[in-house]
């Protein structure tokens, strides 16, 4: 059974570095054609798509976050990251790491990780 | 970028009650690749529905899915009590890029 499980700190300053990683267990990040993506909710809202990564490393970014965004992934230790620069209490939000399936959903969440910003 | 509208924001029914989920877009979509998801306070979203209409696994079959091009719907035949949630279609584009709907609040009347 396929799990995802988000780390990092639960607290980041204004204008700096949100960084969170994704570990992969029961399956291999790069053995099979599936993207791995992050996902963010803050709190009482809706869902957003942040962008997503190949196991090859081809990227897409939600344009709105396209500037602050970098996703890579590292096969090697089987799993994928997240850092978003300049972070504003607008970022605050709990952050999923998933695998989206174009034709099947996405059937695999992380428990997700609250990340506040706040001096 | 294609925009998804739910509606209603919230809908109020009894347990046994059917109840009806919209999800338009603000362009055509393809059916294979839109999806609904439910949450519940504190949990990650739940796949319910694939390609418009395909049920995940373990997904209940009072939970069904409908619809082509921009409108789709998501259809539980008769709500139990842990069928109280949120609710959000999702649209995958080409590119693996996603955006949902605001979501639809399921409550108890």
């Known amino acids: 059974q396929l799990q995802l499980q988000e780390s990092g700190p639960g607290l980041v300053k204004p204008s700096e570095t949100l960084s969170l990683t994704c570990t992969v267990s029961?399956?291999?990040?790069?053995?099979?054609?599936?993207?791995w993506g992050w996902i963010r909710q803050p709190p009482g809202k809706g869902l957003e798509w942040i962008g997503s990564?190949?196991?090859?490393?081809?990227?897409y970014y939600n344009p709105s976050l396209k500037s602050r965004v970098t996703i890579s992934v590292d096969t090697s230790k089987n799993q994928f990251s997240l850092k978003l620069s300049s972070v504003t209490a607008a970022d605050t939000a709990v952050y999923y790491c998933?695998?989206?399936?174009?034709?099947?959903?996405?059937?695999?969440w992380g428990q997700g990780t609250l990340v506040t910003v706040s001096s | 970028e294609i925009v998804l509208t739910q509606s209603p924001g919230t809908l109020s029914l009894s347990p046994g009650e059917r109840a009806t989920l919209s999800c338009r877009a603000s362009?055509?979509?393809?059916?294979?690749?839109l999806a609904w998801y439910q949450q519940k306070p504190g949990q990650a979203p739940r796949l319910l529905i694939y390609?418009?209409?395909s049920r995940a696994t373990g997904i209940p079959d009072r939970f069904s899915g409908s619809g082509s091009g921009t409108d789709f719907t998501l259809t539980i035949s008769r709500l139990e009590p842990e069928d109280f949630a949120v609710y959000y279609c999702?649209?995958?584009?080409?590119?693996?890029?996603?955006?949902f709907g605001q979501g639809t609040k399921v409550e108890i009347k």
């Open positions: 998933a695998r989206p399936s174009a034709a099947a959903g996405i059937a695999y």
């Open positions: 029961g399956g291999s990040i790069s053995s099979s054609s599936y993207y």
């Open positions: 990564i190949y196991y090859s490393g081809s990227t």
């Open positions: 362009q055509s979509v393809s059916s294979s690749y």
């Open positions: 390609g418009a209409s």
């Open positions: 999702q649209q995958y584009g080409s590119s693996p890029r996603g955006t």
